[in-house]
Structures are given as C-alpha cells and as structure tokens.
C-alpha cells in the first residue's frame, strides 16, 4: 500500500489543486499569478504532508498539526483554502484506490485516516485562529479604549477653552468635573445683569484697519473678562463691544453680595480702562471711555437655542432694563436700579431720578455709583 501511494504521489496531491484552476478568481486576473502560484504551491504541500502521514501509518499526527497550524498562523492561510483542497485530493486519492483495485474495507480505513488527521487539524487550525481573533479584538478593544480617552481629554480641553471664557477658572474646573452644571432647562432666576459699552467703538471701527481694530477689542474684553471674574461673575456673551454679564447665576450669591460685587466690578472696569488708556494697542487714540447699566430681578435662565446651537443665557425685563440704563448712562459713569441700590450703602450712591426708558413700561429710579472708602 505504501508503494502504491509514493508511486502515484504527484497525481494525488495534484488533485488537490484542481479546484484552484477551476474556480479560483485569482487565476483569472483577480489577483497577481505570483501570489496564485504561491496559493497551488501551499495547498500542494499541505497534499503531501498529509499523504506522507497516511502511506506509512506513523503516528505524525501531532506534527502534522503543528505544521499546519503554524502555517496559517504565519501566513493567514484561509481555512476553505484547506479544505476545498483537501476535498480534491480526497477524491483523487479514492480514484486511485478504487482504480487499482484496492479491496473496499484497506480504501475506507486509508480514507478514514486521511479524514480523521485532515480534520483534526482543520480543528487545531480553528482553535488556533480563535486564539488569534481573540487577541486582535482584544487589541482593538485596548485602541478603542486609547482612543475614547483621547477624544474625552480632547472635548474637556475643548469645553475648558469654551468655558473659561465667559466664567471663572474655579467655575470652570467645577462644571469639568461635574459639581456644577449649566445645561439645565430655563427657569426663573433672581441674579443681577451688567451691561458695559464701549462708547465710540462705531467711529472706530471706521477709521482704525482691520489688525489694529482686532488688537484694540481682544485686549479690551480680556482685561474686562478677568475684572468680572475676579468679582465671580459670569460673561454672558460679547455683543460686539459690549459686555454682558450675570452675578448670581450660575455661581449662587445672596442678594446683597449680587449687587456688592455687581457695583465694585463697574467701578474697577471703568478703572482698569483707565490704565488700557496706557497699553500700548490704544496709543495715537483718544481716551476710551465705558457707560454700565445694571439691574437686577427674577430672569428666565438657563440653556436656550436649538439643537443645532444653544447658548447659556438669561432673558426677561430686568435683563431689558440693564441693557437700557447702560444705553442712558453717560461716558464714564455706572447707572444702577433701585433693586439693586437697596442693598448697597447710600455713600456709594447718588440719585439720577425717575428714568424713561426706551421700550420699557412705567420709569426705572436710578442712581449713579460713586466710588469711595466702601471699596
């Protein structure tokens, strides 16, 4: 039996590649012949390995499956590749029996154990490639982890950019980390609202070019975002040059600490434009000046807009209200409500009367801030 199978060896093994030649893509210009030659050849030789382990009847089995295993492991060997082949030389392997005569019960313990190894090592060859597929997901579950951490740290240095420009970096780190929010639905607020206003900054923006004009506003709103932070207020939005800002909301303040911390952020505002004066982005220009309006009552506040863009804000009367005393207050000077001079010390204070003011309904009694030892 031995002799029979070496002497027919190459047509056997031959066999298993009729199924390459017949169906195989590649070998109708799918893919490169050097690689479809390297295919028949491997699949030849898997054919003759197996042969070689059922003519003599060595127990090989154990090495046979290591070759075939390592194989694919080291060359991503299709397991259809395998057994399609395997097919074709099981079927010239039987012709070859049953040409020469080979009594019925020696053909089917040959093809029995040419069955029995084959498919132990198609087995061997699953596991193997589980094992393999189970690291390559596990190696893209660790990616997938690396990359959602790079995206989280990503969209906080983003949020934490966003942010710090309109609250306070203590603010900032406690909304990152989760102990306060500001995406909340609108709701009724009481907070104190402060409208600052470059007087001017029309005639400017005709008569200044465009990186000089830039220059003069990003300077401008820093210096008078970190006066409002430094009096824990938020920057509700820049509106050109104009500032609108809220003490109350998110960061929670009594009443009285709203409105304290409201006028002394007017008072340093109007000083530290003073000093702007003295920078460098304002010399060869006239002297700049700023009118602030403030008032303050129960505002709807809250995250307002749509899905598409949506804003932290507050709306309602008293917001209005600010809006308009800033639009009446003269260059230099900070006009304030009487809800909000009911908690401040009347040294600070001095009555402008009953004021009318555009859009509103009924007069507003203002006072203009003046500064002094409550400083």
């Given at each position: 039996?031995?002799?029979?199978?070496?002497?027919?060896?190459?047509?056997?093994?031959?066999?298993?590649?009729?199924?390459?030649?017949?169906?195989?893509?590649?070998?109708?210009?799918?893919?490169?012949?050097?690689?479809?030659?390297?295919?028949?050849?491997?699949?030849?030789?898997?054919?003759?390995?197996?042969?070689?382990?059922?003519?003599?009847?060595?127990?090989?089995?154990?090495?046979?499956?290591?070759?075939?295993?390592?194989?694919?492991?080291?060359?991503?060997?299709?397991?259809?590749?395998?057994?399609?082949?395997?097919?074709?030389?099981?079927?010239?392997?039987?012709?070859?029996?049953?040409?020469?005569?080979?009594?019925?019960?020696?053909r089917l313990a040959i093809l029995e154990r040419a069955d029995e190894i084959y498919f132990d090592s198609i087995f061997a060859m699953a596991d193997t490639y589980v094992?393999?597929?189970?690291?390559?997901?596990?190696?893209?579950?660790?990616?997938?982890?690396?990359?959602?951490?790079?995206?989280?740290?990503?969209?906080?240095?983003?949020?934490?950019?966003?942010?710090?420009?309109?609250?306070?970096?203590?603010?900032?780190?406690?909304?990152?980390?989760?102990?306060?929010?500001?995406?909340?639905?609108?709701?009724?607020?009481?907070?104190?609202?402060?409208?600052?206003?470059?007087?001017?900054?029309?005639?400017?923006?005709?008569?200044?070019?465009?990186?000089?004009?830039?220059?003069?506003?990003?300077q401008y709103l820093a210096t008078m975002s970190e006066v409002v932070f430094f009096h824990r207020g938020t920057i509700d939005k820049f509106i050109g040059d104009t500032?609108?800002?809220?003490?109350?909301?998110?960061?929670?303040?009594?009443?009285?600490?709203?409105?304290?911390?409201?006028?002394?952020?007017?008072?340093?505002?109007?000083?530290?434009?003073?000093?702007?004066?003295?920078?460098?982005?304002?010399?060869?220009?006239?002297?700049?000046s700023m009118r602030i309006g403030i008032d303050a009552g129960n505002v709807l506040v809250g995250t307002m807009g749509s899905s598409y863009r949506s804003d932290f804000?507050?709306?309602?009367?008293?917001?209005?209200?600010?809006?308009?005393?800033?639009?009446?207050?003269?260059?230099?000077?900070?006009?304030?409500?009487?809800?909000?001079?009911?908690?401040?010390?009347?040294?600070?204070?001095?009555?402008?009367?009953?004021?009318?003011?555009?859009?509103?309904?009924?007069?507003?009694?203002?006072?203009?801030?003046?500064?002094?030892?409550?400083?």
């Open positions: 039996m031995h002799d029979l199978l070496e002497q027919h060896e190459d047509e056997i093994v031959e066999s298993g590649t009729d199924w390459v030649v017949e169906t195989a893509l590649d070998l109708r210009g799918a893919r490169p012949r050097q690689e479809s030659r390297r295919l028949v050849a491997s699949v030849v030789e898997f054919n003759r390995e197996l042969l070689t382990e059922v003519a003599t009847g060595r127990d090989k089995r154990d090495a046979f499956i290591e070759f075939v295993t390592s194989y694919r492991a080291s060359l991503e060997f299709n397991i259809s590749t395998l057994m399609r082949g395997f097919l074709s030389f099981r079927k010239g392997l039987q012709r070859v029996l049953e040409e020469h005569e080979i009594d019925s019960e020696h094992t393999k597929m189970r690291k390559v997901i596990e190696e893209r579950q660790r990616q997938i982890r690396v990359r959602d951490l790079q995206v989280a740290r990503l969209e906080r240095r983003l949020a934490e950019s966003l942010l710090k420009r309109f609250l306070a970096p203590s603010v900032v780190d406690d909304i990152i980390s989760g102990r306060r929010s500001i995406d909340q639905e609108p709701r009724s607020t009481y907070c104190t609202v402060m409208f600052a206003d470059l007087v001017g900054f029309t005639h400017l923006t005709q008569t200044l070019d465009t990186k000089r004009l830039t220059e003069l506003l990003n500032i609108m800002a809220l003490f109350g909301t998110p960061v929670e303040m009594e009443r009285k600490e709203q409105a304290l911390q409201a006028a002394r952020c007017a008072v340093d505002m109007q000083r530290a434009l003073v000093e702007l004066d003295e920078n460098p982005v304002t010399r060869g220009l006239p002297p700049l804000t507050a709306i309602g009367m008293y917001v209005n209200r600010a809006s308009r005393l800033q639009t009446v207050c003269p260059p230099g000077e900070v006009y304030l409500s009487s809800d909000v001079a009911q908690y401040l010390p009347s040294s600070m204070l001095e009555p402008v009367g009953s004021l009318q003011l555009d859009g509103i309904i009924g007069s507003v009694l203002s006072y203009r801030v003046v500064s002094g030892t409550w400083m």
